[in-house]
């Protein structure tokens, strides 16, 4: 099924810990979006990447690092988990036919 | 910085009847598109309606549909005929046009039960 597909859904971090949050989309689209989603704030961009090989840092970028692997593949790295980094964290793509985005499904993020 | 606004964190409503959720947006843009997703607890987000800012016609999907007042920047939700399914967590947003710049500001949310 044509989408965005994100691994993890869930994960339980140690502070201090490191991990890789993937995310892929098969429907061919130049630009994906990496947001987290806290209570009471909606959701905020933490990067993005407008095509393979470029990327920009979003409204909440500190602590975080992506790679755009190639035009499917974007992901968000955490080199060293903090308990602020708690958070639901969605990868999305746009298409550019109606301006919509496809989310990904999201993965919940503890870090204790 | 574009900014958008729901200022009613949480709401409740009577099965079958008719809901109005906020939104409002600050931009200097002109070419914008405007959008409400719905987000059941299954965390899926999921899109309701969406506006494209050069249009006057107020967008319609089956029970919802918004009352866009461009120079009010103002942008609301109605849910009519509410239905248990539509209880979640809504969402505004604002997008610019164009290829540029295309990343989505959401508003905080609105928390919106339905009673049966």
């Known amino acids: 099924n044509a989408g965005v597909t994100q691994t993890p859904k869930f994960q339980v971090l140690k502070t201090g810990q490191s991990m890789t949050l993937q995310c892929a989309q098969d429907?061919?689209?130049?630009?994906m979006y990496w947001y987290r989603q806290d209570p009471g704030m909606g959701l905020r961009l933490i990067y993005y990447?407008?095509?393979?090989?470029?990327?920009d840092k979003g409204e909440v970028p500190n602590g975080y690092n992506v790679s755009r692997l190639n035009k499917r593949e974007f992901s968000l790295r955490l080199e060293s988990a903090a308990p602020s980094q708690t958070s639901v964290y969605f990868c999305?793509?746009?298409?550019?036919?109606?301006?919509?985005?496809?989310f990904g499904s999201g993965t919940r993020l503890t870090v204790v | 910085a574009q900014t958008v606004t729901q200022s009613q964190p949480e709401m409740s409503v009577q099965e079958a009847e008719t809901v109005t959720l906020s939104c409002t947006y600050d931009?200097?843009?002109?070419?914008?598109?405007l959008f409400w997703y719905k987000q059941p607890p299954s965390r899926q987000m999921i899109l309701v309606i969406r506006?494209?800012?050069?249009?006057?016609q107020n967008a319609t999907e089956n029970r919802f549909s918004v009352n866009f007042q461009k120079a009010a920047k103002s942008f609301s939700l109605k849910i009519s005929d509410s239905q248990l399914g539509d209880t979640a967590m809504y969402f505004c947003a604002f997008m610019n046009g164009g290829y540029n710049n295309n990343d989505m500001r959401f508003g905080a949310g609105t928390r919106l039960t339905v009673k049966p």
């Open positions: 429907m061919n689209h130049n630009s």
């Open positions: 931009t200097s843009e002109n070419n914008y598109y």
């Open positions: 999305a793509s746009i298409r550019y036919s109606d301006y919509g985005y496809t």
């Open positions: 506006q494209e800012a050069y249009k006057q």
């Open positions: 990447s407008a095509s393979e090989g470029t990327t």
